[in-house]
């Protein structure tokens, strides 16, 4: 018998006239940090929105016509609808403070922002970790600071996968595809068609649609590449984020640099500031490069104009955050590209060349091609500066030119709205007050039971969460309700208000997920102590390439069904950001174990502590600042030259002593009255002095002091009367990076080695310049005082020598310095080439030492 063909129809409310402009509501991702926004659809129909996993517009073509219709009559409904539209309408009106114009004028000023991810809410899936959320923070504030900005990355049908974890403790990757009419975007038209751009791929044009999404204030648009023009395989590049091999890879990124680029220039949009978020959008360099030298710049002059105007930022010091490609396939992917733009392979690819090898790095391009550079913490920064110092090879890495701008989360995303209703009434101007260190100190006003009954509540909300999840993953795996059971009683345990610490992150090696279970009999002890429970909570993903990353979610899993730690250790599946948001606005502890100095930044402590929970973490990434000692407890990382079997004894060991004999006993002191008082200080302690200085507002306003006012000038600089500047630039490097190999420094005479401290000393060098002139270079002598035994080194000073004399190849530089410094100190001489339009003095990084 032949089984029904089933038909599937949907059909659609209208959505009545009072409620129209709920369909706009669905279309901006402000719903992704507007909780006034969700709440409308909550209370339409809560099981809808849980069953369309809180995706609006796809809840808006579910709902049933009853609901709206009864929405649509009812007052106390309408009442919020319009508040919450008002709310809106006063975010789009507000335009940029003083501190934004006085750094970048909207008129003329424009920030590209490139990334491969971004994170703005569970129902985009176009992100797979901390990168993408934190692309998504920095749209957002960058939305709600007014920044004249626009964002371009990759609309992937699939996006990333959902994860299941079987009943053995296997993960298992499921993709889904997403059709675009579910997801908060349009499709851009452009002089009434739609817009599509093409990239030159070997032996065809591969044609990208074009997307937009609203955040805000400012426009995100999305590249992809399923459409007709193309074969069925160039239709399925952007099908997945960091699918396929190296091949989909490049050409991915080929259409996110080069194609994004394109869709700027054809919505006649003229960026003054370009930021490459990390090395997979770096190809933007060369397009740019095509364009510049359209108005008769030589590739080198092009690549100064266009260096000059550009920030990258680097992301991570593991090896498998960077995409370096075999130089095949380089030439294969980019041989009809580069002919059409007219740009020479061994030009561009030295661009991405590492350590002369053969092969390229996307980094050593975003590096090459940007004259902005920066990590993401400050440890991040001095480790970036050391693992790139190569493009600089001659300087110092602590004096090169990559800086740092610590990573910093989104307040209005993350931040709980029972916390911020609490703010509202207690601080009513807190959200204009992000970046202001001294004004959180009212969070101590708070009474101590009205803050911990906030905390409870949202603990609350999380217990349920995670019950409710884990049924769900117990029923579909087969396993017995018993055991469910036995895992949640002590969550659930009505006389005990248990320690839950939570753990979730993605499953990469270097995090260390299993760190904690290290001294199993011991922790063991800890967690199960009847007077003084605790729970452990963990999540996360592992790439689906990555066996390693798997084995710790086996592992985990594993234990969490061991009869003795049962009810203490439970694992979720298919953490997303609904899931963060749940689990860190409710546990007490937020666990982080990296393996030092891996931890770039770490976002997710941060979005912790804004939340009240205390962060227990090993002292890298953001939390190598953000700890003082009051506010959390920090592991010391060991030496990193040590072996890491034994760094990872003694870091576990760390951590068990600080869970067994700190953190346990203050969370139990006094619970006997219902909380800990001492545990609520340090909880305050920790929300005081991390909110106003780890959040996405006070990031992004670094950017723009540090970096995008400084590219904005040096970029206009460059390209002014046709790129002259450029032009003369890239002439003067040519010239010293010819003359450079055989220039000379010695000192002449010798240098006093004491003197009375009002005398100067006469310091006299010379210098054979191949060519070069006196104004080419600069002469410097470093002092730095000897070991004082204070805390409190100044650094050296310096001291510019002065041209003395010149004949016959021979340039004499002198001065006489008085000592800076009393008693001993050192003198080093240095001469660097330099050039008045140089971004960074350093930045050719070629230097001479006597
Ligand atoms: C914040 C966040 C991350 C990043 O967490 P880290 O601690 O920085 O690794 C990853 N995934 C989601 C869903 C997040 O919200």
Redesign the pocket.
Known sequence: MKKATEFRLEANPRIPEALARLEELANDLFYSWDHGVRSLFVRMDMRLWEKVEHNPKLFLRRVAQERLDEAAEDRAFLAEYRRVLSTYDAYLEAGPGPEVTDRLDPERDLVAYFCAEF?FHESFPIYS??LG?LAGDHCKAASDLALPFVAVGLLYQQGYFIQTIDAQGHQIARYRSHASDELPIVPVEHEGTLLKVSVPFPGRLVFARVWEARVGHIRLYLLDSHTVENSPEDQELTLQLYGGDESTRISQEMLLGIGGTRVLEALGLKPTVWHINEGHAAFQILERCRQAMETGLGFHGALEAVAAATLFTTHTPVPAGHDIFPRDLVEQALGAYLEEAGLDFGEVFALGAKNGGDSFNMTSLGLRGSRFHNGVSRIHGGVASQMEGGIWPQIPPEENPLGYITNG?HVPTFLAPEWASLFDIQAPTWKSELRNPDYWSFIEQIPDYHYWSVHKALKQQMTDYIVRRLKRQHKRNGTGHSVTERMTRQLLSAHTDTLVIGFA??FATY?RATLIFSDLERLEQILTNPERPVVLVFAGKAHPRDKPGQQLIKVIHDLSMHPALMGHLILLED???A??RRLLAGVDVWL?TPEYPKEA?????E?AALNGALNLSVLDGWWGEGYDGKNGWGIVPRDTGLDPEFRNQEEARDLLDLLEFEVVPLYYEGASQGYSRAWVKRSKASMISITPRFNAQRMVMDYVTDYYEPAATQGARMVAESGKLAGALADWKARVRDAWPSVELNILGCIQARCVNDEAVELRVEAFLNGLSAGDVRVECLVSPECTGTHSDPGPGSFLLEMESESGGRTVFATRIPPPYPGLQTLRLRMYPYHEALTHPLEMGAMLWV
């Open positions: 994170g970790g901390g959320i989360v992150r993605r995090k953490y997303d950001q899931m963060a982080n930044s770490g976002t997710s402590g979005k």
